[in-house]
């Protein structure tokens, strides 16, 4: 088979004899090879299964890679080693509706890097509170307002030492205990330059990664398991081999991605033999470390303590350095969200800060502002301020609805103004035009702003910078009305105002971006997307009282002189209370962002811009205007 018998002639007889000799001992030696190697694989065989016997007993020492657990938890879990002397415990038994075995990818426990443990991620079925069971259930929800529902917490003097998914759903199981939250962990690619970056920018940069980490506080750490499959395929047949993987000893076994309680499941799930093995490093599972080798811790929340650590590196000197702060105070059975920069309810939990002692009082900052970071070098203090940003899900699709309903608003008013010679051969309706073209603007950018709120980058700072010139421009053609509604003579011209208008915001602006590129105030650690420093919310501010204070002062000039006001004059005011109404309260809910009556004023501001910026322009219209069908319509009604 393996050689050719070659004729080469009768006088070529010995050569002949040598090449059969030569293939007769090249068949032996092959024989003799494959032989070998039956051998070997049978050794590994017995090898294999020895040490597979001796991981899933409990006299095998190295408990982290024990295939089975030997605890006086494992007959409440069903996860014993045969030779485990089962004993009777008083431990309740989870109830199998609410609790589960689960691979968290996001956490970290402290004695493996990949977190399998028994989770609690639902309510029991009697619980009657809608509200906790939905907020329990958000910890699958991949929104970037709903973090905080992904922080693991565990309760102390637990039996069981069970993991539940969020706070809420330990407030539905439990009642009458105090929590404690795992910590939570920002990594970064790099440190952050200098210490006036907030750890809200953190958590929203998609340069940094949250994790959470066991807290060393708890008195023990929650009991680990193994995420595996117990069932055999509904096409297998076998009843023997069914009945031994369910009702068989524990000794878990693992092919690829896969654990299975034992071999017999692993068989019965169509798993080739030659694939499975007992070695639990093996396992082929991506942790919560995974690709973060290189990464640096940026910051710690200890949401328990009401603290923060930030990790950072100056400008000139790659020292690493660190800067703590505060969490603000919130009220009795309230936690902190660092997420969405709240506090938080959380019903039927004592918190482990409900009751705090004087001491303790004195030492918290509280919720005023944003964030607020101390320098842990010189204790000065740098104050960051949301002013379009919002932060939960429903300030969220509030401010969707009122941006869509103002921009329809401010459409009717273009659609009606700009096709219509008659209207536009005044410079008054030409400079109302100007700025609800400019309020258009703003809506409009403002609708690509809201989904964006969590993301830092290029374009979400371009996207700011524009929303921030619009508005300001935008309050800059008040100016520009009140001129052209009260003065007469050179001052007036609609060329002039709309220079005007268009030029007076950039110097602000400019100043407020070269403030985020060189990180002089307020940067977080670059340009900023949705916040400000307090040196770029008061140049916006004073911005806002000098377009106030020209229109005040134009009105107060023109009452002074008792000069007859018209219809331009009062369109004028109404626009100018309409539009500083709205840019008051926007600044109003960034310095104070934990006040909900000033966050939803402002939103519903927001909703009722355009609507009320077209009642001022479009009605005096309509009641000059008697030719006009409506009109004449309402006048017919009203007789």
């Known amino acids: 088979m393996f050689c050719a018998v070659h004729r080469l002639g009768d006088d070529k007889g010995v050569e002949e004899m040598t090449t059969l000799l030569s293939c007769a001992m090249f068949a032996q030696l092959l024989m003799m090879t494959v032989q070998q190697q039956q051998q070997q694989q049978n050794d590994a065989v017995i ?69 399998e443990l028994y989770v609690v991620s ?15 259930q958000l910890h699958a929800s991949d929104n970037a307002a709903d973090r905080f529902y992904r922080v693991p917490v565990v309760v102390r003097d637990d039996p069981l030492l069970l993991t539940y998914r969020n706070v809420y759903c330990a407030a539905c199981t439990v009642t009458s205990v105090m929590p404690t939250f795992y910590i939570i962990q920002v990594m970064c690619r ?146 902190y969200d660092p997420f969405t920069e709240q506090c938080r309810l959380i019903p039927s939990l004592q918190l482990a800060d409900d009751y705090p002692t004087t001491e303790q009082a004195q030492q918290r900052i509280t919720a005023t502002s944003s964030v607020a970071v101390v320098n842990a070098s010189d204790g000065t203090m740098s104050l ?8 939960t899900r429903a300030e969220r699709l509030t401010a969707l609805l009122a941006a869509v309903l103002s921009t329809m608003a401010l459409l009717v008013v273009v659609v009606v103004i700009a096709p219509r010679p008659a209207l536009r051969t005044q410079v008054h309706d030409q400079t109302v035009l100007g700025t609800v073209i400019s309020l258009l603007l703003s809506q409009l950018v403002y609708l690509l702003v809201v989904p964006l709120v969590d993301v830092v980058g290029s374009a979400c700072f371009s996207l700011s910078v524009v929303l921030h010139y619009s508005s300001l421009a935008s309050l800059c053609w008040l100016n520009s009305l009140a001129v052209n509604s009260l003065e007469s003579g050179k001052c007036r011209g609609f060329a002039r105002g709309c220079v005007y208008a ?72 109404l626009l100018t209370l309409i539009l500083m109404t709205d840019a008051v309260l926007t600044v109003a809910a960034a310095v104070q962002p934990q006040s909900v009556v000033l966050a939803y004023l402002s939103l519903a501001m927001h909703a009722a811009l355009g609507p009320l910026v077209s009642l001022a322009t ?22």
């Open 384 to 391: 960051q301020f949301s002013l379009y940003a919002v932060r």
């Open 502 to 573: 268009v030029t007076a915001p950039l110097p602000v602006v400019v100043s407020v971006t070269l403030l985020s590129v060189l990180r002089l105030d307020g940067s977080l650690g670059g340009p900023a997307c949705w916040t400000l420093g307090l040196g770029q919310l008061i140049l916006h501010s004073i911005h806002v009282a000098l377009v106030l204070g020209v229109n005040c002062a134009l009105y107060a000039a023109a009452m002074y002189r008792r000069r007859p006001l018209g219809r331009p004059a009062y369109v004028s005011m």
């Open 618 to 639: 479009l009605l005096p219209l309509c009641l000059r205007a008697r030719s006009s069908p409506l009109c004449q319509r309402v006048t017919r009604q009203e007789q």
């Open 190 to 335: 790099t440190l952050p330059t200098g210490p006036d970056v907030s750890v809200a920018s953190l958590l929203r940069s998609v340069s940094c990664r949250v994790l959470y980490v066991a807290p060393p506080t708890a008195a023990t750490s929650s009991r680990t398991c193994r995420a595996h499959i117990g069932r055999c395929d509904r096409r297998w047949a076998d009843a023997a081999v069914i009945d031994s993987c369910r009702r068989g000893p524990v000794s878990y076994v693992y092919a690829g991605a896969h654990a299975f309680r034992n071999r017999h499941c692993a068989r019965c799930n169509y798993v080739n033999e030659t694939y499975v093995s007992c070695d639990v490093t093996s396992l082929q599972r991506a942790g919560a470390a995974g690709g973060l080798a290189t990464w640096r811790t940026a910051a710690t929340i200890d949401v328990n303590r009401r603290r923060s650590v930030l990790n950072y590196v100056e400008r000139h000197h790659r020292r690493p350095h660190q800067a703590m702060y505060e969490l603000p105070d919130c009220r009795q059975q309230h936690a």
């Open 122 to 136: 639902r309510c029991p079925s009697t619980y009657d509170d809608d509200d906790v069971r939905r907020r329990c």
């Open 47 to 115: 090898t294999s299964e020895l040490d597979c016997d001796e991981r899933a007993s409990c006299s095998y020492a190295d408990e982290p890679t024990r295939n089975c657990y030997c605890d006086d938890l494992c007959h409440v879990y069903d996860d014993c080693c045969a030779d485990y002397d089962v004993a009777t415990s008083d431990a309740a038994s989870p109830s199998r509706g609410t609790t589960s075995c689960q691979r968290l990818s996001d956490v970290l426990t402290r004695h493996d890097a990949v977190a």
